[in-house]
């Protein structure tokens, strides 16, 4: 059973004031100095800080040791899911930073020194840094997002709010896409992961439509059976869609959208393979434009009855 009194005596006699205030000012008391219980004292706390510190070297290299294993576990997940590369090196270099830090404190708290202070530095520390980045914090969640979740990748047609082009570069922080006119655009990537976006190259299939117009009084059985047969000559139309690879594709037809005042509209639609959509929407129009009017189909103009009384 452990002496209390004895040990306070021991803690008063290690106390480096006390051993200064009673450090012996003569032969007489320096016989009578506890020199036994000092060193016994002295030999204890050697012994118990060395045991403190195998454990905590032990558990370092195991710790590194576990910290390798799952950083490979995570490489290898990344690899198979194709996460982009600066995505990934950014994950695994968080996690083994991360990881190591938890490591080294509690390393530390194994040999004595008290963490929790160096804790709350550290967290007081990391709040007021993520306060006067917010905004680029916010880009870089985004740029994570955006590379897990691949809403669209380089390559792809898109359009966010007013700008439209083509994905050239995913950043952490940003998105930059080429438009039509070749004008760069450099999109940050916080309003990209949270806004609306237009991606026009995610599927196979698309559908181009056109809107004719024809002059009433008009045969639209047989502008129905003109621009059906302008369809049929394209090779690049999908005549008989796969429903496997797209459940709403159907075969072209003719309908009457709308009868306006001076004109009957003919909407027009046919699904095309989505690299030939701005090629077959162009050509066919044209097409339709020449053909009709050879058919004996007129396009109609405003028209203004005038009745004049006397």
């Known amino acids: 059973m452990v002496d209390s009194a004895k040990v306070a005596k021991m803690q008063a006699i290690l106390n480096p004031d006390s051993l200064i205030q009673k450090a012996p000012t003569n032969i007489s008391e320096l016989e009578a100095f506890p020199w036994a219980e000092i060193l016994q004292g002295l030999v204890s706390k050697v012994v118990t800080f060395c045991f403190h510190l195998v454990i905590a070297v032990l558990v370092f290299y195991a710790g590194k040791f576990v910290i390798g294993k799952l950083h ?3 490489k290898v ?19 083994k930073i991360t990881l190591m830090f938890i490591l080294v404190v509690s390393v530390i708290g194994i040999i004595g020194i008290e963490t929790s202070s160096f804790i709350a530095l550290f967290a007081s520390a990391g709040v007021a840094v993520g306060m006067a980045l917010s905004g680029t914090l916010q880009n870089f969640a985004g740029g994570v997002l955006i590379l897990l979740l691949k809403p669209f990748k380089v390559g792809d047609y898109i359009v966010f709010g007013s700008n439209m082009g083509v994905v050239r570069e995913i950043q952490i922080f940003h998105t930059i896409i080429t438009t039509n006119s070749n004008e760069r655009i450099v999109i940050p990537n916080g309003g990209l992961s949270t806004g609306v976006i237009n991606n026009f190259s995610s599927e196979k299939y698309r559908r181009v439509e056109w809107k004719v117009s024809i002059a009433y009084g008009s045969d639209i059985d047989k502008a129905r059976k003109v621009i059906l047969g302008i369809l049929a000559d394209d090779e690049r139309i999908i005549h008989e869609p796969d429903a496997n690879i797209c459940p709403v594709a159907t075969a072209p037809f003719v309908a009457v959208s709308e009868l306006g005042g001076s004109d009957v509209v003919l909407v027009v639609r046919a699904w095309v393979d989505n690299s030939v959509y701005w090629d077959v929407k162009f050509a066919i129009g044209e097409e339709i434009y020449k053909r009709l009017p050879k058919e004996g189909l007129e396009f109609p103009f405003p028209q203004l009855d005038v009745n004049i009384k006397k």
Not at 77 to 95: G, H
């Open 72 to 74: 490979a576990i995570l």
């Open 77 to 95: 997940f990344l690899q198979r899911r194709n996460i982009e590369p600066s995505l990934a090196t950014f994950l695994l270099s968080l996690l």
